[in-house]
């Protein structure tokens, strides 16, 4: 394997790959590292390079697969699955001795001085970390237009966003700047670019993925999760981090299932859709949804039909005010998390004259953008003493409310609910910046999953305007490989469709025609 095929592998052939000795760990990230360097100053999703420990790192992988294949079969399989594989974080992810700007100003020249759990599952995993992608600042976004340091643009079109919040991690992706990255979900930053760039993109249960060394945003709606171009790779990369981890007491228990690391792929996938039963929500079609995003879900869920799916149209009434309640709660919570940028404990700090009330007030009035000092007024308002009961209390009711919508369905015996990801394709930059609320729409499918902490995915389900659609599986708690293996299923499925041999066609753009 050489060049553009090492680029464009997944994970999965990669590890093949490298067991086999038709490709080292090192050529690909010496390739990837060749067209970041090439395609990066228009695509804008890396923050950070770890040119040289990525390439030690991808060094010591290739040592420990050419020490197994010696040893023979039973050693070469043993290796971890993600073993020399690449991979880029989202810039909220601590990393020893790297930056982590969670995309603000306020961490400028912040250098991480620890792992978090799922960085040091990765390095134990033998993984290469790539480096740190950019991002929404704090994750408050849903085009990483809100950065402060540079905007990203979609490897589809580089006049529009890549989506958001975790839009350099799945702009890397869909670059094949990386066959894996990892993004958090909030309210739909991981599905919502996934479903933006063509790629696929995983929210899993609320506590399956520790949290611990993530920045947090809102802390009970925070999720880490996957990006990788097949679910198959996402499976591989969710079951390398997730688990329960001491420290962090949201973290869940609940048993990982191994077909994680073995999900099936053509034909035994696709017959795994017979028999399974889909619940359409009505409300998910919301006013507004852009004809050509619907028709690719419809037609996505006929084809789930033809294979066997049994499809029923359900109604989930508290849909539309899943909205209302995560702009309070999210701000809420994100108005407490931030509280800890004072200027003392991290990042960047303005003194104001040595009165420790104005270096707050020019650390945080400097260090915060707009969108940020937004949330953070909303937010303080609703936990007010005046305004609590009427704003948060009644949130929290609601979002009971919205769980309890969901409960109905798993208890009528449905397998998953298909819904779209986004109503939109990717938009023009600017062509939500001056209107907070029409950002805040974006999101209108993915909120209700993070309210209730139930799994969602995203995955490619075909073009409108020759811009990616994604088709949303949310699931019942813990059902990360069900939904995965429903995921796998869909592309088998759709492996020959026209749409699928489409890559994005503006790559070459990219690198200035070079690419
Ligand atoms: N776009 C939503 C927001 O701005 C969700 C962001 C996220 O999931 N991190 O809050």
């Known amino acids: 394997m050489s060049g553009e095929s090492l680029r464009r592998a997944t994970a999965t052939e990669l590890r093949a790959a490298f067991q086999s000795g038709a490709a080292t760990s090192r050529a690909v990230t010496d390739e990837l590292f060749a067209a970041i360097e090439r395609e990066d100053g228009v695509l804008g999703a890396w923050l950070h390079l770890r040119h040289e420990e990525a390439r030690a790192e991808a060094d010591r992988a290739d040592a420990r697969y ?73 994750a408050m976004g849903s085009s990483t237009e809100f950065s402060a340091y540079k905007k990203t643009v979609n490897p589809w079109a580089t006049d529009r966003v890549p989506g958001g919040s975790s839009g350099g991690s799945s702009a890397a992706v869909a670059a094949f700047h990386a066959p894996l990255s990892i993004g958090t979900d909030t309210g739909g930053s991981i599905r919502q670019p996934a479903s933006l760039t063509g790629i696929v993109g995983m929210k899993p249960t609320y506590g399956r993925v520790s949290r611990y060394g993530i920045v947090a945003f809102a802390s009970s709606l925070d999720q880490v999760g996957p990006f990788a171009r097949t679910a198959q790779d996402a499976a591989l990369l969710l079951h390398t981090i997730a688990g329960a981890d001491a420290h962090d007491a949201t973290s869940s228990r609940s048993p990982l299932d191994a077909v994680l690391l073995n999900l099936p792929s053509g034909d035994a996938a696709a017959s795994a859709i017979r028999g399974k039963r889909f619940a359409l929500p009505k409300e998910y079609f919301v006013a507004g949804m852009e004809a050509g995003v619907e028709r690719a879900v419809r037609d996505a869920v006929a084809a789930l039909e033809v294979a066997g799916g049994i499809v029923e149209e359900v109604s989930l009434p508290t849909t539309e005010h899943a909205l209302a309640t995560y702009y309070i709660v999210a701000p809420a919570e994100a108005s407490a998390n931030l509280a800890r940028y004072d200027g003392v404990r991290y990042g960047a700090s303005k003194h104001g004259g040595g009165d420790l009330l104005n270096g707050y007030l020019e650390t945080r009035g400097r260090g915060f953008g707009p969108e940020v000092r937004r949330r953070i007024m909303l937010g303080t308002y609703a936990l007010s003493a005046g305004y609590y009961d009427a704003y948060y209390v009644k949130a929290q009711k609601v979002r009971t409310l919205i769980a309890r919508d969901f409960d109905r369905i798993w208890a009528a015996g449905f397998d998953a609910i298909v819904a779209p990801t986004s109503p939109q394709v990717a938009w023009k930059f600017g062509a939500k910046m001056s209107d907070p609320v029409s950002m805040y729409l974006a999101d209108a499918c993915t909120l209700p999953a993070n309210m209730a902490g139930l799994p969602g995915v995203s995955i490619p389900c075909g073009l409108s305007e020759n811009l990616p659609v994604g088709l949303q599986l949310i699931g019942k708690p813990w059902s990360e490989a069900e939904l995965l293996s429903i995921s796998a299923g869909y592309e088998a499925l759709t492996a020959t469709a026209a749409w699928r041999a489409v890559a994005p066609h503006d790559l070459a753009k990219l690198g200035g025609g070079a690419a």
């Open 66 to 138: 050419a020490t197994a294949r010696a040893a023979g079969p039973a050693a070469l399989s043993a290796l971890p699955p993600l073993l020399g594989v690449p991979v880029a974080l989202k810039d909220l992810v601590n990393l020893t001795g790297t930056p982590t700007t969670a995309g603000s100003r306020i961490l400028e020249g912040y250098i991480s001085p620890y792992d978090a759990t799922i960085a040091a599952r990765l390095r134990e995993a033998g993984a290469v970390i790539l480096g740190k992608t950019n991002m929404d600042e704090f």
